[in-house]
């Protein structure tokens, strides 16, 4: 089953298949959504670490070479790539959005300047690339992504990162709603849970965005 059958949800049962995307270089860009080192840290809790087993397998074995190997190829072919990371401006946080700010496990507190809030060292920008820093989830949100793009004449946004349910889905609907094109990446993106994964792909497939794998994208690109 390729891309223009898979992950559908309810909504979209019987729909028509949807055309190949047209995705010119000068109206394309990549961006990769938080993927950050506190989010690799090992738990010290063998019971979290175990809990955790499975979404650190998936980022280091298929989530960051793949998005890696992304990046690579955007910029061989002089196309934008651009990141975004969840970082405050404040040492105590107060600049944080409420939902970064409630009790619990999306509870963060990661100032702009320490070793947590940095992207990983495999996706580490190249110089000259930009990176918006966001304390909300959507990238688009209190940041100034938008104008960016518009101003850069990007059209269609293609999206790596974590976590699917969460950062990557609110930057994919906010994205939507501003009338961009939008492509998620499916082996470049990771939720807590495979389950979780998958059907967040499915929410949001079809009506926000297309759902594609980095060998379909790659070779609907010519990357």
């Known amino acids: 089953m390729n891309w223009k059958q898979a992950y559908r949800s309810f909504y979209y049962q019987g729909a028509p298949e949807p055309p190949d995307p047209d995705l010119l270089v000068g109206e394309t ?15 010290d809790d063998p019971e979290e670490r175990a809990r955790w087993a499975p979404f650190q397998q998936r980022m280091r074995e298929t989530v960051i070479p793949t998005t890696r190997d992304l990046q690579a ?6 196309m934008d790539v651009l990141h975004a990371r969840i970082a405050c401006q404040l040492e105590d946080g107060r600049d944080r959005s409420l939902s970064q700010k409630k009790p619990g496990w999306n509870y963060l507190l990661l100032p702009k300047d ?17 990176v918006v820093t966001k304390t909300t989830d959507s990238a688009l949100t209190g940041t100034n ?30 994205l939507a709603d501003e009338s961009f094109n939008v492509i998620v990446v499916e082996d470049c993106c ?34």
Do not use: W
Not at 29 to 43: E, S
Not at 73 to 78: D, E, M, Q, V
């Open 114 to 130: 320490q070793e947590d809030s940095q992207i990983v060292p495999e996706l580490t920008p190249k110089p000259g690339e930009i």
């Open 145 to 174: 992504l938008r104008l960016t793009l518009q101003n850069m004449g990007i059209r269609n946004v293609i999206m790596c990162g974590i976590f699917t349910d969460q950062c990557v889905s609110s930057t994919v609907r906010s």
């Open 190 to 223: 990771a939720a807590g849970t495979e389950e979780l994964h998958l059907r967040e792909l499915e929410i949001i497939n079809m009506i926000y965005c297309h759902v594609l794998s980095s060998r379909e994208l790659i070779q609907i690109m010519a990357l």
């Open 73 to 78: 190829r955007f910029r061989a072919k002089g």
């Open 29 to 43: 860009a990549l961006l990769t959504i938080d993927i950050q080192n506190t989010y690799l840290k090992t738990a």
